[in-house]
């Protein structure tokens, strides 16, 4: 029996999930549920669509749904709320407040008697798994995340979000001294700004006024504040021409010393090089399904993160052939 | 209270959790139990040594034993022995006879009521655990582990156990073509012998037979059956000038396909670049110790491996910072 997955927000990511379930025989894509008219809605692979409202009526036909709103605005109401009846995955990336998105979830979820896996893709996701196990296995280090070059969706969407805007990329770029200072073993500080620059190219509706949208775009907390970030205007048809794919990428670097003396220096590194950010993040979330699904048929309730999930719930194979085959 | 820790075997590997412990402020090293007469046994930070047949009476004052023998003949024994009576940790690396260590392992710390995780360390160990993420996120694609440049403590180990043999190190080297390859995207399939070489230097006994001991080594089976091996007998002193480090590292590049039409190609790369592998492979059995005694406290019993550890275990920081500081 496949388990059967329903996605919520028919975006990049939404999209990307109905790719990424093709790819896992052990899957399959209930449907999709949107808040537009699900007659509107032509999807990639011929998936069913729903209206979100009617989503309560499928609950018994679904196993795990997979979240693929906003982190700005639609998350923050919609993870608690379908964690009261559904297990589900989000990928909710405003680092600074997940402790509170958790919260919420955790008392629908628990609630529910659910499992909710919040902050799942590659940063929040891969790169925090990668940074945790670094900083356990060398307690005394520094580590560095750098990100790209590449487009960020989240901080894409953010400058979308600004009144006057009708398209925009932001890239995301690791400044080259800041790389190389990190694989050194000399552990120095870097600060947010001089590790990488934001560079966003923004498409403005006629007459808006675009020093205001620069200004909204640099002093915007949590997302450029803290960069040296350079804005862009150009065309709708630059833009289409220039910016339309969405790579990504980064790096997670811990140096780490070791011995009775600390004469040892111990370098751990891992890195993406993402032809589809979206594409990515969302086989990363469908593995995160899997796991929300395996966890709950255990008797597991309540919200996780990628930090409690065990390697092990992400793959399809058995322990006993993950054993054999890849220890 | 810390966590009270016992080393089992005091080789380089067991020196190496000597000093890692003392990295890590929540734990402290009971003593070091050893085959040896504890009155010879000089340690290096002043830890108590104890007497092997003497343990089972400081079973109440022990948390975990981490178990610092070998592979080939030390850790098939000893780890099932005592987990019956201990949470225990060990790095058995034979990965054909892993399942086969696991059944004997998991059957006495069941019975035990403890937990006992095997094949800890760097791989296995993170390099499996990169491994079973990649696979996971990246279902039609193909991984490949490298290693080194660098000594391998299992192989050189296993080529000081022939008759003749005084000393030996094996460098693994992986080959730059199949590197490059790896990180192409084009998945090749790269055998066992055209991704390393291996170099052994030998120091053997005055008379020993040279030929039989270099055929001994190249048709060992797991260890350099399936490789180019090439064999350098030197002098004692030789190996003493030119081959005193034991540095490692190594990488696992998984590179995968994704999209309606496979479109768009990802590369994840995981490396280590480790001036001291017994060093480094302490420090994962370390952390792995620390996920040992929450399981436990929890009341997980039984025989687990990385697969089966949620990465919260390895951290001395609490979930709620955990979320806070590196989701």
């Known amino acids: 029996m496949k388990i059967k997955i329903a996605i919520v927000g028919y975006g990049n990511l939404g999209k990307g999930v109905e790719c990424a379930i093709c790819q896992n025989d052990d899957m399959e894509l209930y449907g999709i549920f949107s808040r537009r008219d699900p007659k509107t ?7 069913k669509a729903f209206h979100i409202d009617e989503i309560l009526s499928h609950k018994d036909e679904i196993d795990v749904l997979i979240l693929c ?15 009261k009846n559904f297990n589900v995955i989000d990928s909710f990336d405003t680092h600074a407040k ?9 008392a629908s979820a628990t609630a529910g008697k659910k499992v909710a896996i919040i902050s799942s893709g590659w940063d929040p996701g891969l790169f925090s798994v990668n940074r945790l196990y670094a900083q356990a296995v060398l307690p005394e280090g520094e580590d560095y995340t750098f990100w790209g070059k590449g487009v960020s969706q989240g901080h894409s969407d953010a400058i979308r979000r600004i009144d006057g805007v009708l398209d925009a ?17 000399e552990n120095p500080t870097l600060s947010t700004r001089e590790k990488h ?3 966003c190219f923004v498409v403005a509706a006629e007459g808006a006024d675009l020093k205001r949208i620069e200004n909204e775009i640099v002093t915007m907390p949590n997302y450029f504040a803290d960069y040296d970030t350079t804005v862009h205007f150009i065309t709708a048809e630059e833009m289409a021409k220039n910016h339309s794919g969405i790579p990504h990428g980064g790096f997670v670097i811990r140096c780490g010393k070791t011995g009775l003396n600390k004469e040892n ?7 993406l090089k993402l032809d589809s950010n979206p594409e990515f993040t969302s086989s990363v979330i469908v593995a995160y399904a899997r796991a929300a699904y395996k966890m709950q048929a255990e008797g597991q309730t309540g919200c996780k993160t990628v930090f409690d999930v065990a390697p092990a719930y992400l793959s399809p194979k058995s322990p006993e052939e993950l054993r054999k085959t890849i220890l």
């Open 197 to 199: 620059i934001r560079e």
């Open 265 to 271: 220096t111990h370098v751990i590194e891992y890195s």
């Open 169 to 185: 990329r932001q890239y995301t770029i690791p400044v080259d001294a800041a790389l190389a200072a990190a694989r050194s073993g």
């Open 98 to 106: 997940i402790p509170e998105h958790f919260a919420a979830v955790h």
């Open 41 to 47: 809605l032509k999807t990639l692979t011929g998936a």
């Open 69 to 83: 709103g906003g982190s700005a605005t639609d998350l923050p109401t919609q993870t608690p709320e379908l964690a």
